[in-house]
């Protein structure tokens, strides 16, 4: 069976750059999540999207940004960054919002800046 | 402030051991409490409990919710190699709460 396939998975950058991770949910899902976990912390909730509006917002800087298109992959866009970004950025996706439908994750992208 | 506590931390048992996972939540707008396995790769969903008291079960594995004592079990009978893994407890509605992760390895 299809999973949620992330990329890239791995991605070094350094100081003040950008970045642009992507997200291609399961087919059929229409909501996306995106997770952020710092070394030796739980995951984060960043953001999420439903029928490609944003969805809910948690702990997400000011210098991301995220979005999902027309074919439900979504991107999440990181400016400035920083050397505490570095993380494995995960992404899920479900069936519907909420908490009737178990979300679905990708491998990650880990992301080490220098 | 939402929590999820998973225990023990890690756990080394021989095959054909069972075992069992405990989780504990404190969390503002209770849903839904779901059991992940994670290897190598992304967690893969396990189980999602809504309702006190009712097992859920698939194969070896087994789960139930208890509402009023905020805590939550996976047992896992006749353990083998390829349960080896970090067992995650989430809680959480548009957005998951982690647990720190039950840590298994089964020795052949």
């Known amino acids: 069976a299809a999973g949620v396939i992330q990329s890239p998975r791995h991605l070094i950058k350094e100081k003040r750059e950008t970045a642009t991770l992507k997200c291609y949910p399961i087919?059929?899902?229409?909501?996306v999540y995106w997770y952020q976990q710092g070394p030796g912390q739980d995951p984060q909730f960043l953001i999420s999207?439903?029928?490609?509006?944003?969805?809910d917002k948690g702990s997400i800087p000011d210098r991301f940004s995220a979005q999902q298109f027309s074919d439900y992959h979504s991107e999440l866009n990181m400016s400035s960054l920083e050397l505490g970004d570095s993380a494995l950025y995960f992404c899920?996706?479900?069936?519907?919002?909420?908490?009737?439908?178990?979300?679905?994750f990708g491998d990650g992208t880990r992301l080490s800046i220098l | 402030e939402d929590k999820v506590v998973q225990s023990p931390l890690s756990l080394v048992v021989h095959e054909g051991d069972t075992v069992t996972l405990n989780c504990s939540y404190e969390?503002?707008?209770?849903?839904?409490l779901l059991w992940y396995k994670q290897e190598k790769k992304a967690p893969t969903f396990l189980f999602m409990l809504?309702?006190?008291?009712i097992e859920k079960k698939s194969g070896r594995l087994s789960s139930i919710l208890d509402k009023k004592e905020l805590s939550s079990i996976l047992n896992i009978t006749a353990t083998q190699t390829g349960d080896s893994a970090i067992y995650l407890c989430?809680?959480?509605?548009?957005?998951?709460?982690f647990g720190t992760g039950t840590r298994l390895k089964v020795l052949a």
């Open positions: 087919p059929r899902h229409d909501t």
């Open positions: 969390v503002t707008n209770f849903r839904s």
């Open positions: 899920a996706s479900s069936l519907g919002r909420g908490a009737n439908q178990p979300q679905h």
């Open positions: 989430i809680t959480g509605t548009y957005k998951y709460i």
């Open positions: 809504t309702s006190s008291g």
């Open positions: 999207f439903y029928e490609k509006m944003q969805s």
